[in-house]
Protein backbone atom coordinates (compact mmCIF):
# COMPACT_ATOMS: atom_id res chain seq x y z
CA UNK A 1 0.00 0.00 0.00
CA UNK A 2 1.44 3.47 -0.68
CA UNK A 3 0.33 6.48 1.59
CA UNK A 4 0.36 10.01 0.75
CA UNK A 5 -0.03 12.54 4.05
CA UNK A 6 -1.22 16.28 3.72
CA UNK A 7 -2.52 19.06 5.57
CA UNK A 8 0.27 19.89 7.83
CA UNK A 9 1.28 23.67 8.24
CA UNK A 10 1.88 26.39 10.30
CA UNK A 11 -0.76 26.97 13.16
CA UNK A 12 -0.47 29.14 16.89
CA UNK A 13 -0.31 27.48 19.91
CA UNK A 14 -3.87 26.05 20.79
CA UNK A 15 -4.82 26.25 16.98
CA UNK A 16 -6.39 23.06 14.60
CA UNK A 17 -5.11 20.95 12.27
CA UNK A 18 -6.31 17.74 10.46
CA UNK A 19 -4.01 15.36 8.58
CA UNK A 20 -5.15 13.18 6.18
CA UNK A 21 -3.63 9.84 4.98
CA UNK A 22 -4.97 8.60 1.73
CA UNK A 23 -3.80 5.30 0.53
CA UNK A 24 -3.40 3.41 -2.74
CA UNK A 25 -2.68 -0.09 -4.40
CA UNK A 26 -4.78 -1.82 -1.69
CA UNK A 27 -7.50 -1.39 0.68
CA UNK A 28 -7.17 -0.13 4.37
CA UNK A 29 -9.85 -2.68 5.68
CA UNK A 30 -7.01 -4.87 6.18
CA UNK A 31 -4.11 -3.22 7.73
CA UNK A 32 -3.76 -1.07 11.40
CA UNK A 33 -2.76 2.71 10.85
CA UNK A 34 -0.50 4.70 12.53
CA UNK A 35 0.48 8.42 12.75
CA UNK A 36 4.12 8.98 13.90
CA UNK A 37 6.02 11.86 14.51
CA UNK A 38 10.01 12.56 14.90
CA UNK A 39 11.10 16.33 15.84
CA UNK A 40 14.47 17.64 15.48
CA UNK A 41 17.29 15.77 17.01
CA UNK A 42 14.79 13.32 18.55
CA UNK A 43 13.91 9.56 17.57
CA UNK A 44 10.66 8.87 15.44
CA UNK A 45 7.61 8.53 18.05
CA UNK A 46 4.33 6.53 17.63
CA UNK A 47 1.22 9.37 18.12
CA UNK A 48 -1.89 7.38 17.74
CA UNK A 49 -2.81 4.06 15.86
CA UNK A 50 -6.34 2.53 15.23
CA UNK A 51 -6.85 -0.96 14.80
CA UNK A 52 -8.01 -2.53 11.32
CA UNK A 53 -11.31 -3.82 13.39
CA UNK A 54 -12.10 -0.29 13.38
CA UNK A 55 -12.67 0.11 17.58
CA UNK A 56 -9.15 -0.25 18.79
CA UNK A 57 -7.56 2.83 19.61
CA UNK A 58 -4.09 3.88 20.95
CA UNK A 59 -3.08 7.54 22.10
CA UNK A 60 0.47 8.46 23.55
CA UNK A 61 -0.48 10.40 27.12
CA UNK A 62 0.77 13.74 25.75
CA UNK A 63 -2.15 14.51 23.06
CA UNK A 64 -4.55 11.88 24.76
CA UNK A 65 -7.69 14.41 24.63
CA UNK A 66 -5.98 16.34 21.72
CA UNK A 67 -6.12 14.12 19.16
CA UNK A 68 -8.26 12.12 16.97
CA UNK A 69 -7.36 9.05 14.75
CA UNK A 70 -10.30 8.35 12.46
CA UNK A 71 -10.48 6.28 9.11
CA UNK A 72 -12.95 5.75 6.12
CA UNK A 73 -12.36 2.85 4.47
CA UNK A 74 -14.48 3.71 1.66
CA UNK A 75 -12.32 7.05 1.25
CA UNK A 76 -9.42 4.93 1.91
CA UNK A 77 -8.30 7.57 3.90
CA UNK A 78 -6.91 7.80 7.57
CA UNK A 79 -6.82 11.33 9.26
CA UNK A 80 -5.59 12.94 12.35
CA UNK A 81 -7.87 15.40 14.19
CA UNK A 82 -5.08 17.93 16.36
CA UNK A 83 -6.92 20.49 18.35
CA UNK A 84 -5.03 22.42 21.04
CA UNK A 85 -1.81 22.23 19.51
CA UNK A 86 0.97 23.20 21.76
CA UNK A 87 4.86 23.95 20.41
CA UNK A 88 6.05 20.83 21.35
CA UNK A 89 3.77 18.92 18.83
CA UNK A 90 6.17 20.37 16.24
CA UNK A 91 6.92 17.28 14.05
CA UNK A 92 7.29 15.73 11.15
CA UNK A 93 3.63 13.65 10.72
CA UNK A 94 4.09 10.69 9.14
CA UNK A 95 1.55 7.98 8.24
CA UNK A 96 2.02 4.91 8.11
CA UNK A 97 0.39 0.83 8.00
CA UNK A 98 0.74 -2.67 9.06
CA UNK A 99 -1.04 -5.11 7.86
CA UNK A 100 -3.55 -7.15 10.29
CA UNK A 101 -4.13 -5.63 13.98
CA UNK A 102 -0.80 -5.11 15.26
CA UNK A 103 0.61 -2.70 18.51
CA UNK A 104 1.49 0.85 17.80
CA UNK A 105 5.22 0.02 17.31
CA UNK A 106 7.35 1.90 14.70
CA UNK A 107 9.05 -1.82 14.03
CA UNK A 108 5.74 -3.19 13.26
CA UNK A 109 4.79 -0.65 10.61
CA UNK A 110 5.88 -1.56 6.97
CA UNK A 111 4.32 1.21 5.03
CA UNK A 112 5.37 4.71 5.24
CA UNK A 113 4.19 7.68 3.97
CA UNK A 114 6.72 10.71 2.53
CA UNK A 115 5.44 12.97 6.25
CA UNK A 116 3.74 16.71 6.33
CA UNK A 117 5.45 19.01 8.72
CA UNK A 118 3.38 20.54 11.56
CA UNK A 119 4.87 23.54 12.90
CA UNK A 120 3.02 25.24 15.97
CA UNK A 121 4.10 28.67 16.99
CA UNK A 122 3.56 31.96 17.74
Known amino acids: VQLVESGGGLVQPGGSLRLSCVAS????????IGWFRQAPGKEREAVTC????????YYRDSVKGRFTISRDNVKNTAYLQMNNLKPEDTAVYYC????????????????WGQGTQVTVSS
Open 96 to 111: AAAVGFRLCVISLFGS
Open 25 to 32: GSTLDYYT
Open 50 to 57: IGNNHGST
